[in-house]
């Protein structure tokens, strides 16, 4: 009787383990199954390996792999792994011109199979920074304007997106934030790493408004004025001129305006009034081409500055030599800034207007209606006018305070130079976190 309650026993228990496998095998095969579905929904299977594909979209989201001449409505859709980015199709062909230009200058040859890899990875590293903000642009003209007066060709707080294309072949040249994704497409890399004793010249600066930020970039700005200065015996041949001109939001009580102003090498300090000069949107190559070439208040590639904005030219005894400064300065920044002298913008502005489809200007018609709306009713309710108000002077304080989320990230990825600042910030960091 013992022996065959222990052979029933063993035969139970062999029974359920084959049970359980069963189950377990069923169960694994229905997760796989669910898995496949989800992934065929979000745009195929993600196979090891598969590359990014480029499809362009019409306003009315219409999928093609085929690109439209002149329709200035379609947009790039670039897709791997189920993820999907929108970009302009004006943005997508000044990246391959930079791409072109970033390969010739290198391998000698403008032909690359992995444009499209490429372009993926810098779109999800910008989407994925977006979080923290975007930076606004200096528009077009204003570069070009110090280019024209100045000989500028360095832009030191730019992307790939918004910076300055050089036309008649010339070689854009740029500071950003990211050198493993912008590198491909001309990036210098970092402001903080970029030797301006080697190149000289006259470089144009937008940094971040983030005081703590905007002292550790003047103090690297003036190592190199220093350096450079002529102050020794040294002839004048030997030292470059070096000129920063530096755009920041006119906030006296800020300790980053305060070191631009007390710098020894200051020249010349302009103020540009809030309501008469724009910047350009750091989302601008994510917007429809018919939108970008509006100026209107937070619509299109343009919006009016927030601030005022203080423009810096920082210059050594070179430079002042060879660039003077005077009144006319301040009124080609004003008349840049204002969009006057973008006359290339006007025209493919008037041009593109023309070859809108009648259902794209009826919806700019219903656009204009409901912001008139929309003007009626804010123009009835003064209460909320003050609320604004109060809004944008606590976002003025926030960043004037110190920018810590900014530095923060900025420390994270390296960005800020390691003259003792980075560690204080951090330690501020941790003691806030601590609190």
């Not at 000289?200 to 930020?213: D, M, V």
């Not at 003025?396 to 810590?404: D, N, P």
Request: with cysteine; charged share 30%; glycine share 8%.
């Amino acid at each position: 009787l013992h022996k065959k309650m222990m052979y029933l026993a063993e035969d139970t228990y062999a029974h359920f383990l084959s049970d359980l496998k069963k189950t377990s095998d069923r169960k694994a095969a229905e997760e796989q199954q669910q898995l496949n579905k989800g992934r065929k929904r979000k745009g195929g299977k993600d196979k090891s390996g598969s590359m990014p594909k480029i499809t362009f979209i019409d306003d009315d989201d219409d999928a093609s792999t085929d690109r439209k001449k002149n329709d200035t409505d379609q947009q790039a859709r670039v897709t791997c792994g189920g993820l999907s980015m929108k970009i302009n199709i004006d943005h997508m062909q000044k990246l391959e011109r930079l791409h072109k230009r970033t390969l010739s200058n290198i391998l000698g040859a403008d032909e690359s199979s992995s444009f499209a890899r490429l372009l993926f990875t810098l779109l999800l590293r910008y989407d994925a920074l977006e979080g923290a903000g975007l930076q606004s642009a200096i528009p077009h003209s204003v570069f070009r304007f110090l280019h024209n007066k100045f000989g500028c060709k360095f832009e030191s707080f730019a992307s790939p997106f918004n910076c300055y294309e050089m036309k008649q072949g010339g070689d854009s040249e740029y500071g950003t934030a990211f050198g493993d994704t912008d590198a491909w497409f001309g990036s210098e890399g970092s402001f903080f790493g970029v030797d301006f004793l080697r190149k000289g010249g006259c470089f144009q600066a937008n940094p971040p408004f983030a005081s703590e930020f905007m002292v550790c970039m003047y103090q690297r700005m003036h190592h190199f004025l220093s350096m450079t200065n002529g102050d020794n015996d040294t002839a004048d041949e030997e030292v470059p001129p070096m000129q920063f001109a530096i755009f920041v939001p006119a906030w006296a009580e800020s300790s980053g305006w305060q070191s631009l102003m007390s710098s020894p090498y200051l020249s010349k300090h302009c103020i540009i009034d809030q309501k008469k000069h724009y910047y350009t949107e750091g989302t601008q190559h994510r917007r429809s081409q018919r939108d970008s070439n509006a100026k209107d208040d937070g619509k299109g590639s343009y919006r009016i500055a927030s601030f005022d904005t203080s423009v810096f030219f920082l210059q050594n005894a070179a430079a002042k030599k060879k660039w003077p400064l005077d009144d006319e300065v301040q009124d080609g920044l004003e008349k840049a800034f204002a969009l006057t002298e973008d006359e290339e913008e006007v025209k493919k502005s008037s041009v593109k207007s023309k070859k809108l489809s009648q259902k794209s200007a009826h919806r700019q018609v219903k656009k204009q209606t409901t912001t008139q709306q929309k003007k009626v009713i804010k123009q009835q309710q003064p209460e909320k006018k003050k609320r604004k108000k109060s809004s944008s002077a606590g976002k003025k304080k926030t960043l004037m305070s110190g920018g810590e989320d900014e530095m923060n990230i900025f420390n994270s990825l390296g960005l800020v130079d390691g003259d003792g600042n980075e560690g204080k910030q951090r330690k501020k960091s941790r003691s806030k976190k601590h609190r």
